[in-house]
C-alpha cells in the first residue's frame, strides 16, 4: 500500500472485519425492530424529543450544557435575561438549525461542501461571543464559520495534518469511504470508522466535534438505521465520554513497527478497529435504552402517573389521561371521538379534550384536525426517565 501525504491508512478496519459486521447487522436488526412499535404520528413527536436530545448530549460532551426548559423557551422567542444562559440558548438553537437543515439533505455527507456547510450555518447562527476558537494559549480569537483551517493545530497529544493538505484529504476522505460496492452493514461500520477519521483531519479550526456528531448523524439517517430519528448516538457518547475521547485519542496513534496484528497502514489499525467496535456497541445500546422506554405499557403507566400527580387538572385528571392513551395506542384521533374515548358525554369529551389541550399534553396541526400526544418539556421527566438528567427538570 503507497502512504501519501493525504492518507489516514486504513480508512477501514480490515482485521476482524466480521466481528464488526455482525455487530453492525444488529444495528440493523434493532433500528428496525425500533421504528416498527410506533404509529407515524407519534414518531414524529418523539423523534422531535430525540432532535432535543441530540442537540443537548451533543453540546454537553463539548462541556456546555443547555437545559432542556431553556432550550424549549428559546424556540418559543423567550430568551434568558443573563448573558451567558442566553447564548447557551443560541447555541442550542444553531445545533437545532443545523440537524433540521442536515435531515433534508440527499447529496453525499463525505463531501466537503456539505461539511463546510454544516459548519457555515452552525457558527454563523452562534452569539459572537460563541463564534470563536481557543489557541494553545487559551486565548479566544474570531473563527471564520464554513472555512477550512488555515493554520496548524495540536489538540491534546494530536497533531493534526499541516493546513496545506486538507483540500487533499478531503478529497481522500470522500474517495475512500463514498463507495456504492459495500455492503449495508460495511457502511454502518464506515460511520464508526469515519467518525475517527474526520476529526483526526481536524478540518476546522474549531468545532470538529459538533460537526463529526452531525455528519455521524446526517450518515444514519441516510442508512435508514436511525429508526426514523428515534435514538441518539450523541447520548451514548455523552454518558461514555471519558472512553468516547480515549478511543478517539487511541486510534490517532501510528501503526505500531513490530507489531503483525496492526495493519498496514500507517495509522493504528487495532486503534480504528477497537475505535469501531465501541461505537457500534454504543449505537446498540442507545437502541435498546430507547426501546425499553419506548414500551408502551409502561409508558401509559408512567403518563397516568403524571397527569394523576402532578398535571394539576383536578377532576378532569381520570378523564384526560384516557384521551391521552387513545392517541398514544393511535397515534391521533379525530376529536368527536373525545366523548366515548373518555366513557362520558359529548360536552364532558369536550371538555376533557380542551382540558388536556389547554395543559399542552395534547395538540393538532389546526383547530380541528385530528389530536396526537404533545410532549413538551415539562412532561419529559415524568414520560421518559433518564432520557435526559433530572437536573433539566428540577424547579
Known amino acids: 500500500m503507497v502512504i501519501t501525504e493525504t492518507s489516514f491508512e486504513p480508512a477501514f478496519p480490515e482485521q476482524h472485519r466480521s466481528h464488526l459486521e455482525d455487530l453492525a447487522c444488529l444495528v440493523i436488526l434493532r433500528a428496525g425492530q425500533l421504528q416498527t412499535k410506533l404509529r407515524p404520528a407519534l414518531m414524529q413527536e418523539l423523534a422531535g424529543v430525540t432532535r ?37 440558548q443560541g447555541l442550542a438553537l444553531a445545533h437545532l438549525a443545523c440537524q433540521t437543515w442536515a435531515a433534508g439533505y440527499a447529496g453525499s455527507p463525505y463531501a466537503q461542501e456539505f461539511l463546510c456547510e454544516l459548519h457555515n450555518r452552525f457558527y454563523s447562527a452562534l452569539p459572537a461571543s460563541l463564534c470563536t476558537a481557543t489557541t494553545r494559549s487559551g486565548a479566544k480569537v474570531p ?21 496545506e493538505l486538507l483540500p487533499g484529504l478531503m478529497r481522500n476522505f470522500r474517495l475512500r469511504y463514498e463507495s456504492l460496492e459495500l455492503s449495508t452493514a460495511s457502511k454502518i461500520v464506515a460511520v464508526a470508522a469515519s467518525h475517527h477519521r474526520l476529526a483526526w483531519i481536524h478540518p476546522f479550526r474549531d468545532g470538529n466535534g459538533r460537526v463529526v456528531r452531525l455528519f455521524s448523524d446526517t450518515l444514519l439517517r441516510q442508512l435508514g438505521v436511525d429508526s426514523g430519528g428515534l435514538w441518539s448516538l450523541s447520548r451514548g457518547l455523552a454518558f461514555e465520554r471519558k472512553e468516547y475521547y480515549e478511543r478517539l485519542a487511541n486510534a490517532d496513534r501510528a501503526r505500531g513497527a513490530s507489531s503483525a496484528d496492526d495493519g498496514r497502514g500507517h495509522l493504528s489499525e487495532r486503534a480504528l478497529r477497537e475505535f469501531c467496535e465501541f461505537v457500534l456497541k454504543v449505537m446498540l445500546d442507545q437502541i435498546s435504552f430507547m426501546d425499553a422506554v419506548f414500551e408502551i405499557e409502561t409508558l401509559a403507566d408512567r403518563i397516568e402517573q403524571y ?16 384521551l391521552l392513551r387513545e392517541a398514544l395506542y393511535r397515534g391521533e384521533f379525530p376529536r368527536g371521538d373525545a366523548g366515548r374515548v373518555a366513557g362520558a358525554g359529548e360536552r364532558t369529551g369536550r371538555t376533557a379534550l380542551a382540558a388536556a389541550v389547554e395543559a399542552g399534553l395534547l395538540k393538532s396541526l389546526t383547530p380541528k384536525s385530528p389530536v396526537r400526544l404533545a410532549l413538551p418539556a415539562k412532561v419529559l421527566g415524568a414520560y421518559f426517565p433518564r432520557l435526559f438528567p433530572p437536573a433539566n427538570f428540577q424547579h
Open 52 to 88: 432535543l436530545m441530540h442537540c443537548y448530549y451533543s453540546n454537553l460532551i463539548e462541556g456546555q450544557q443547555t437545559l432542556v426548559p431553556d432550550i424549549e423557551a428559546a424556540l418559543h422567542n423567550d430568551f434568558s435575561a443573563e448573558p451567558e444562559k442566553r447564548d447557551l
Open 143 to 163: 473563527l471564520t464559520p464554513g472555512v477550512l483551517r488555515t493554520s496548524n493545530v495540536q489538540v491534546g497529544t494530536h497533531v493534526a495534518p499541516p493546513f
Open 307 to 322: 397527569v394523576r400527580r402532578e398535571a394539576g387538572l383536578g377532576d378532569n385528571a381520570a378523564r384526560v389521561f384516557l
